[in-house]
C-alpha cells in the first residue's frame, strides 16, 4: 500500500491519475448523452405507438358505426370489376 502511495505521489502517478480521472469524467458524459438520446428514442417510438393505437380505435369506431349496407358499398370501391 505503501508503494502505491509513493507512486500516486510521484510527478508520474499525479500525471498518470489526472488523465485517468479526465478520462472517467468525459466517459461519464457521454454515458449520460447515450441513455439520454436511448431514453428519448424510447420517447418518441412510444409516442408513434399512442398514435397508431388510436387511429386503429378511430377507424375500428368508424367501421363498428357504419351500417352493413355502407360497409358493402364503400368496399364496393377496392373490388375490381
Known sequence: ??????WAFSRI???VLKWAGLAA????FL????SAGK???QRE????S??????????????????DAGLRD???RWVRD
Open 50 to 67: 399512442i398514435k397508431a393505437l388510436r387511429e386503429r380505435n378511430r377507424i375500428d369506431d368508424h367501421v363498428a358505426k357504419t351500417p
Open 45 to 48: 417510438q412510444a409516442e408513434e
Open 1 to 6: 500500500m505503501d508503494a502505491f502511495f509513493a
Open 13 to 15: 502517478g499525479r500525471t
Open 74 to 76: 364503400e368496399l364496393a
Open 39 to 41: 431514453d428519448s428514442a
Open 25 to 28: 469524467v468525459a466517459l461519464g
Open 31 to 34: 454515458w449520460r448523452v447515450y
